[in-house]
């Protein structure tokens, strides 16, 4: 048996403006809805490189995903912050950390943490 990946569930209710400001502020790219039988938008997919991460339309309720933090591994990680920045989005500048990465983190406007990491973890 082996793993093959890891996709995250993320509530954010309202899935337009969540993947709205994912792709525009933050470049995540496509992006794809699925619809209730009513009609309603009820996940969607998007995603961040070869990464899918599903949206719910499900409200986050309180304390639901407090702690969590996403790591999205990046190439250049100060033209990311750079353009992160142009985009109008609050960001504490790059900076190399002593656990091996360089790195620089975005809170999205519903709470969730968005981290963004250039190279490896330090071997112990």
Same mark, same amino acid.
């Given at each position: 048996?082996?793993?093959?990946?890891?996709?995250?569930?993320?509530?954010?209710?309202?899935?337009?403006?969540?993947?709205?400001?994912?792709?525009?502020?933050?470049?995540?790219?496509? #992006?794809?809805?699925?619809?209730?039988?009513?009609?309603?938008?009820?996940?969607?997919?998007?995603?961040?490189?070869?990464?899918?991460?599903?949206?719910?339309?499900?409200?986050?309720?309180?304390?639901?995903?407090?702690?969590?933090?996403?790591? #999205?591994? #990046?190439?250049?990680?100060?033209?990311?912050?750079?353009?992160?920045?142009?985009?109008?989005?609050?960001?504490?500048?790059?900076?190399?950390?002593?656990?091996?990465?360089?790195?620089?983190?975005?809170?999205?406007?519903?709470?969730?943490?968005?981290?963004?990491?250039?190279?490896?973890?330090?071997?112990?």
């Amino acid at each position: 048996m082996s793993f093959q990946a890891v996709t995250p569930f993320i509530n954010y209710g309202d899935i337009q403006a969540a993947t709205s400001w994912l792709t525009e502020k933050l470049g995540f790219g496509d #992006v794809r809805f699925y619809r209730e039988e009513d009609g309603s938008i009820g996940y969607a997919d998007i995603y961040a490189g070869a990464t899918r991460m599903l949206l719910t339309a499900a409200e986050p309720e309180p304390g639901n995903g407090q702690g969590s933090l996403f790591i #999205v591994h #990046v190439d250049d990680v100060d033209a990311l912050y750079e353009s992160v920045k142009a985009n109008g989005v609050e960001a504490d500048p790059p900076r190399d950390t002593d656990y091996g990465p360089r790195t620089f983190g975005v809170t999205d406007p519903w709470g969730y943490s968005w981290y963004f990491w250039q190279g490896d973890t330090l071997p112990e």
